[in-house]
């Protein structure tokens, strides 16, 4: 064996501490950077419970991974405090290893953007809470002879014309209107449920002219959720009150007289309601024509109206093919109703379906010409006859024409309970309607049945040919419990006819 001088030993020996230095070395860099703050990756909390393979040279079997928060220095966030800075590390002596770092001046490596992204601290967001409703306005403006569109609108301060108004107010305001003579006006914005836009005469207000297109004094179109209240309307080019393309609108105790077309009129406005309004002196057609369809649900209402002296019917619907829509009004209620003495036809009913006519007086019209008192037919050329209707209680008096006539396909209507004065009684051109013979009452005679029909009281006469002797239902339908007064009928034995008269007080045991 050959043997070693001492000079190369000393390197052998050299060459051995130097390796070792550099594996000490090694391990202290890692230690020393598992204990230091640098912004490292998310690490995962699984715990690695499998050995690693035995790797060549000194095999140490490395400590199993311990989970551990992903940034211990971070505090927790709460729903309230913003997240804080990182909390430096504690400090720590100086191992060996950072002293040969700082030796050999190791300087950790840069950032970089993943590692940022892992560290950067997340800025809460405090929830966004749901805006509070807007406070609901129910504004009331005013209108006035004295006003000047200037103004506020304000009581003290009112405007001048109706149409600054109807510019200005929105869902849930009133328009009050002082009296006085005025130009009508064009709504220009809709209501809303629970909401309308009120329009209301505050005194005797009349409406002489306007600067509308059509030129209807009064015209809502193209809005929602309106009521048109207490106004009179006179000498109008065309309608007193016109109601275009409009939903959901109230036509409440206003006077229409002496209007050239209609004196109320509407197209393709379901849910309209027309309520306690006097119709009367159009020169050339209806008191009130409610007219065309486009909505499966029109259902209008023509409740206590009076309409009297018009060129044409007091009361004409029309769901009229010819202007587009499906050309049937549906769900129609017309009660309470005095419709007299028209140059026509009492009520016109025209394309109607699925309708109730109860609690009306009607008498004297067709002073010129007309088919009926109540006239249910078809519009020329369009195939949607009257069907499904209700003719309940209604005191029909007709001297000139027909109380009742159903004709061009009218079909499958209900009548009962109606009393019918004068030559004529039901005419059914058809024949394939549900008539009840018992208790619809014809007679020629008014003084059999009423207190004074000379003097238009149509009042019945107690124990008359029309007390009691009416039906609760017929077909399946079911009478008005209330009369035309609003007096309750009596439960088992209704009278026939508008008018019910109060059951005698029961007989006392002496």
């Known amino acids: 064996m050959r043997k070693l001088d001492r000079d190369t030993l000393n390197g052998y020996v050299c060459a051995v501490k130097i390796v070792i230095w550099m594996l000490l070395a090694a391990l202290a860099i890692s230690q020393s950077a598992a204990q230091t703050n640098l912004p490292v990756p998310p690490q995962s909390m699984v715990t690695n419970t499998v050995p690693p393979p035995p790797l060549p040279g000194i095999n140490i079997p490395p400590a199993p991974l311990v989970p551990r928060p992903l940034d211990p220095y ?12 990182a909390i430096p590390p504690p ?3 100086v191992s060996g290893g950072e002293l040969i770092r700082q030796q050999m001046r190791l300087q950790p490596p840069p950032p970089t953007a993943a590692s940022l992204a892992a560290t950067q601290a997340v800025t809460y967001v405090e929830p966004r809470l749901p805006a509070p409703p807007p406070a609901v306005s129910n504004r009331v403006f005013h209108v006035a002879m004295n006003g000047d569109d200037k103004n506020d609108g304000s009581q003290e ?54 600067n509308n297109n059509p030129p209807d004094h009064i015209l809502v179109r193209g809005t929602d959720w309106i009521v048109i209240e207490g106004f009179t309307l006179r000498y109008a080019p065309r309608a007193g009150i016109g109601v275009l393309d409009s939903s959901d609108v109230i036509i409440r105790d206003n006077v229409c007289v002496s209007n050239q077309v209609w004196g109320i009129f509407s197209g393709f406005a379901p849910r ?25 649900s029109d259902n209008p209402v023509l409740r206590g109206n009076e309409c009297f002296e018009n060129a044409a019917s007091g009361i004409q619907l029309n769901g009229d093919c010819n202007m587009g829509g499906d050309g049937i009004i549906n769900g129609a209620l017309l009660e309470n109703n005095i419709v007299r003495d028209n140059d026509s036809k009492g009520m016109s009913l025209i394309s109607i379906e699925g309708s109730l006519i109860r609690n009306n007086l009607i008498y004297n019209n067709g002073r010129v010409s007309g088919a009926g008192g109540i006239h249910l037919t078809d519009q020329l050329g369009c195939g949607n006859p009257s069907r499904r209707n209700t003719i309940v209680n209604n005191t029909i008096l ?31 051109e058809v024949g394939d309607n549900a008539i009840d013979t018992e208790s619809n ?52 034995a209704p009278s026939i006819g508008a008018y019910d008269v109060e059951l005698p007080p029961p007989a006392t045991k002496p």
């Open 74 to 85: 971070l505090l927790p966030m709460t729903n309230r405090t913003p997240r804080p800075k």
């Open 91 to 93: 400090s720590m002596p």
């Open 157 to 210: 301060s009112p405007w001048r014309t109706l149409q600054k108004a109807a510019n200005t107010a929105e869902a849930g305001d009133t328009v009050l209107v002082a009296k006085g003579a005025y130009d009508g006006f064009q709504t220009k914005h809709s209501g809303k449920p629970g909401r309308p836009i009120t329009f209301k005469a505050d005194g005797k207000v009349i409406i002489v002219s306007n």
């Open 272 to 296: 309209i309601q027309v309520l306690n309004n006097k119709a009367f002196g159009s020169k050339e057609q209806h008191g009130i024509y409610i007219s065309n369809s486009r909505d499966p």
């Open 398 to 428: 007709e001297p000139r024409i027909v109380p009742i006539r159903l004709s061009d396909g009218a079909r499958d209507n209900i009548l009962f309970n109606n009393l019918l004065i004068g030559p004529h009684g039901i005419v059914d």
């Open 441 to 492: 009452l014809h007679t020629d005679k008014p003084s059999d049945v009423f207190i004074a029909a000379d003097t238009l009281d149509f009042h019945l006469q107690i124990n008359g040919p029309a007390c009691y002797r009416g039906r609760t239902a017929y077909s399946e339908h079911q009478a008005p419990t209330r009369d035309f007064e609003g007096r309750p009928r009596p439960p088992t």
